[in-house]
């Protein structure tokens, strides 16, 4: 069994960083390839980085590359999302989700278990 709990959103201002956490305290950690979704007010979840089981590949959504990094320790059972450069459009709720093999990275239906979000909040 994965539960998912995610840390470390707030409030930030734009150009500044933020560091999220995802830890599972189940014992199948890695064996899931690891994603952050967010949600904005009235917008649909959507894709923004994902890593595979081992960490050896990562995807990342256009609107964050080079700005966010996706990294796993799966020695701790935590994923975590570095996040830089930050804009007034990344404030969202952010989800971390688990997923198994098979399914598209992109697609919410893809991902088994998801954390209860953390708020990230860009000021200007």
């Known amino acids: 069994q994965v539960q998912l709990v995610e840390s470390g959103g707030g409030l930030v201002q734009a150009g500044g960083s933020l560091r999220l956490s995802c830890a599972d305290s189940g014992r199948t950690f890695s064996r899931y390839g690891m994603a952050w979704f967010r949600q904005a007010p009235g917008k649909d979840r959507e894709f923004v980085v994902g890593?595979?089981?081992?960490?050896?590949?990562?995807y990342y959504a256009d609107s964050v590359k080079g700005r966010f990094t996706i990294s796993r320790d799966n020695a701790k059972n935590t994923v975590y999302l570095q996040m830089s450069s930050m804009k007034r459009e990344d404030t969202a709720v952010y989800y971390c989700g688990a997923k198994g093999y098979s399914g598209s990275w992109f697609s919410t239906s893809s991902y088994d278990y998801w954390g209860q979000g953390t708020q990230v909040t860009v000021s200007s």
């Open positions: 890593i595979t089981y081992s960490g050896g590949n990562t």
